[in-house]
DNA sequence: TTGAAAGCGCTACCAG
DNA sequence: CTGGTAGCGCTTTCAA
């Protein structure tokens, strides 16, 4: 007799009802707490190995799967590390660095889970990711963090809550991938080689702000206290676009471009080829991130070899943080001054032959 | 009086203990009910101003912020769309096509989780999603789905298990994008414009195979039936790579090459120009994807164009299936016939100059 | 208009 | 060695 009782409250519109750990028992012959035992092979107990093959197969049976809410309600916490994902592709050096913490992450027990966060910005998304109660937050720049923003998400039992960029936000462990030491690298070579009128490309593309804003700081910085100046030169990732810029070039006075990243150059590099400027002599050109593609162009590009540290490294940084959140940043109290924050990312201009 | 009660049973680790909505209960001196109902803004019920306001700023004062797994488990279902993630980068085309999907759902009011299977394979993670109670997967080949995968799934509550690729699993809905569609324009083009033995650019790079292989699947269509010869071509994305296959080619005896996409293209592209090769007057060269890159070459890259349908569309998909599981697929007793699948993808061949 | 209480699926105590 | 059971945070009847 399947007993079922009425079931009069609510009808989740489930088509067949989900199998729970009760109905395993019940299939089983033993109790809820049995089944939890033996799936989850709890070594403070001992279970018959009977018992142990018939809950087995009897989950097997309905096809039971443990439901991660419940479990992690119950637990208080969860193993979620939040990957708020921003809205562009960020190119292949971050995918490759991205991919890389998944995989630590994953081998360091943690459930990974990129979050797409469009819509939603500042403490409206922070809100939002709080709702999944993440015990880790590694921000890539994807939405602007807001101190406010990073004690939600604390509140919320987030034990680390990690930005990859530029600023430090208060509160939250700073990992320094600072974009501006790319722009500085770019600015310094560009000076060294005696231009003086530096172009900087902008990307028009939503989204690249994040990276390219900080490396026209950081070209600036370069040049400030020298007589170099620094023009920054909008471009959409177009065919159209290069060439009405290559256009611009000449009104602009600039003798040499830092054009964000090597896909940016390539693109520049072909509408002043186009357009019969040479490279260097006329204008010198210089991308960044070290793509393979820089060395298949003629002239090979320089650019600016950006090293970032592991993926490995910042996964054993979060699991530190999730094991004692206090560490590093001064957290008594949240009137916390900024964290020093890690360093992954070292950058080097590469000389070839745009430059 | 903060009546707490002592709170003996385990004590979750937390530091300062994260606010519930009895916690704000008691702070605005109502029940936890009428919190829920403000909090939701419930139709169904009428709250006094007054109270809304005292609700929301106790709400505010102690940063609270609803646990989406005690909300789930209690509605019995979640809004979660799983969007399992491979192991590579795949590509502009891919990235862009996967942030229309995310925006899309996320406008329908979906929570977009991409899930990194990495370490897993085949059942083992469809019992990893599962867990998630997804009520869509939307996988991208990233795994090898299982029908029993699928199965696994459904019973876990997933309304609607998506696979874009090229195998219909059974009882999924399989959306087709087809691959070897891709690799049968190149052939077709090759064929036409004369070429006999056509070499195809299969990637070492992990992961790329899921496109690699129907591609060259669809050549091997093309070329059936024709005096035509077909060769893999293993190579790395490395110019050390390409170089090594280009001095191996003229062995090969191939007249052209289909180069998986156009990054491959170009780097082989490169390889053979400074090996003093032609192109294409002694081996013709095609990529495919139409990225921009291909027309800043020279010779310009012909190439297949794919035009994925908007993940718009696709996201609609979704919401249909979840409103209506069974449409499509013949679910009647998971006996099912394979779906016929919708068709987001069309692709032609473009010749440029490399052909 | 508001409160009391049941129960979603799970794990961890404490008895037996 | 196994079972009963409380309770995680939330929503939603039903009663007041």
Request: proline share 8%.
């Amino acid at each position: 007799m399947t007993q079922t009782p009425p079931r009069p409250p609510a009808g989740p519109p489930a088509r067949r009802p989900v199998p729970t750990s009760a109905d395993v028992a019940r299939l089983a012959g033993v109790s809820r707490a049995t089944v939890s035992y033996v799936l989850n092979n709890t070594s403070a107990v001992r279970i018959s190995e009977p018992t142990r093959r018939r809950v087995r197969e009897a989950a097997e049976e309905l096809g039971y799967v443990p439901h991660a809410a419940a479990r992690s309600l119950r637990a208080g916490r969860t193993r979620i590390v939040l990957l708020p994902t921003a809205h562009v592709p960020v190119g292949p050096l971050y995918g490759h660095f991205l991919n890389e913490l998944q995989w630590a992450l994953r081998r360091l027990d943690y459930t990974v889970v990129q979050y797409a966060s469009m819509g939603l910005r500042g403490d409206e998304a922070a809100r939002a990711w709080a709702e999944l109660r993440p015990v880790a937050v590694v921000s890539f720049g994807a939405v602007d963090l807001t101190p406010f923003g990073v004690d939600i998400l604390k509140r919320s039992g987030a034990r680390a809550v990690i930005t990859l960029g530029t600023r430090p936000v208060e509160g939250a462990h700073n990992v320094v991938m600072d974009q501006r030491r790319v722009g500085a690298c770019a600015g310094a070579h560009l000076l060294e080689r005696g231009y003086r009128r530096l172009g900087v490309v902008m990307p028009e593309e939503p989204g690249l702000n994040v990276f390219s804003a900080p490396r026209l700081e950081g070209v600036r910085g370069a040049a400030a206290g020298t007589d170099a100046e620094v023009v920054p030169l909008p471009l959409a990732y177009t065919e159209e676009s290069a060439a009405a810029l290559t256009a611009r070039l000449p009104s602009l006075g600039v003798d040499a471009v830092f054009a964000y990243n090597d896909e940016y150059a390539s693109l520049l590099l072909r509408a002043l080829l186009d357009a019969g400027v040479s490279v260097p002599d006329d204008t010198a050109l210089m991308g960044a991130d070290d793509l393979l593609l820089g060395k298949l162009l003629r002239p090979r590009l320089s650019t600016v070899q950006v090293d970032m540290e592991t993926g490995q490294h910042l996964a054993e940084l979060v699991d530190r943080l999730v094991g004692d959140p206090d560490r590093t940043p001064d957290d008594h109290g949240h009137q916390a001054g900024h964290a020093p924050g890690h360093d992954l990312m070292a950058a080097r201009a590469i000389r070839r032959e745009s430059t």
